[in-house]
């Protein structure tokens, strides 16, 4: 059986779990969020843990009660303390504003881009050059985070771009004659 499969979730306080044949809906301070489960996986909330276990033995659903563990555990995390990705703008001129659900960027297009935040995601700029990305949904957060870092990824040979905070960047050296 999976080793992360084994362990069961503590649910904090103010924490729900609702658990049905066909989804798993976790309830907190900072939102709800709904996953659908597995049918190789037996999910048990007993008050104030839930448990996983795979149907069969087979090892497709030793697997997924593995995953659907970690993912329900995000779950819990989430919507309790919730998930936040930092990015900062290394370029000259490169700035951003955060204007309620849209987030401005200038990183040195002609003309400003433009990303709209989908509900459950939250952006500030606490300076020109940084970007927080806030939500409960840890893929939505880290997918934004990703699609943001994709309107000018970091260059290789000054460094130029947008970039994860904890990301290093190894600069290649110039063609030499």
Partial sequence: MSRVGKMPIAVPKGVEVAVTADQISVKGSLGTLVRPVSGLVAVKNDNGQVSFAPVDESVAANAMSGTMRALVANMVNGVSKGFERKL??????????????KL?????????????MPAGIKVECPTQTEILIKGADRQAVGQIAAEVRAIRPPEPYKGKGIRYADEKVSLKETKKK
């Fill in 88 to 101: 900062t703008l290394v370029g000259v001129g490169f700035r951003a504003q955060a204007q309620g659900t």
């Fill in 104 to 116: 401005n960027l200038q990183v040195g297009y002609s003309h400003p881009v433009v990303k709209d």
